[in-house]
């Protein structure tokens, strides 16, 4: 590999990761996630942790699962949605924990930091 050359694999991995933040880049898909972190989960249980409407929790576990980071399996007369990869829950938590960091040690008016 050249310098400053990206060989094709390594491109086709960040798009694939690339499509993996997509899916997670919804607050909303973040806490799905969080949530099935634990255990698997029914669309109803979804939507009491949550506070929001089942039409809109099934709207984001579609993206989630379009996005291969859940699955759905039919129990009876409902799903349950589990995690694929114990992966993605530890970044969910990382960038959590990360973002968490940074809110609460970021500088009140420390405009000279670098980026």
Request: glycine fraction near 6%.
């Amino acid at each position: 590999m050249q310098d400053g050359a990206i060989e094709q694999y390594a491109i086709e991995h960040y798009e694939a990761a690339g499509e993996l933040f997509k899916a997670l880049s919804s607050p909303i898909r973040l806490a799905i996630v969080d949530l099935l972190a634990t255990q698997p989960r029914y669309v109803h249980q979804l939507v009491e942790l949550t506070g929001l409407t089942q039409p809109l929790v099934s709207q984001h576990l579609r993206v989630l699962r379009l996005a291969g980071v859940v699955r759905g399996v039919r129990q009876s007369r409902e799903i349950a949605y589990a995690l694929l990869d114990d992966h993605v829950a530890h970044i969910v938590r990382d960038a959590l924990a990360h973002s968490g960091e940074n809110w609460h040690s970021a500088p009140e008016s420390d405009s000279s930091s670098a980026a």
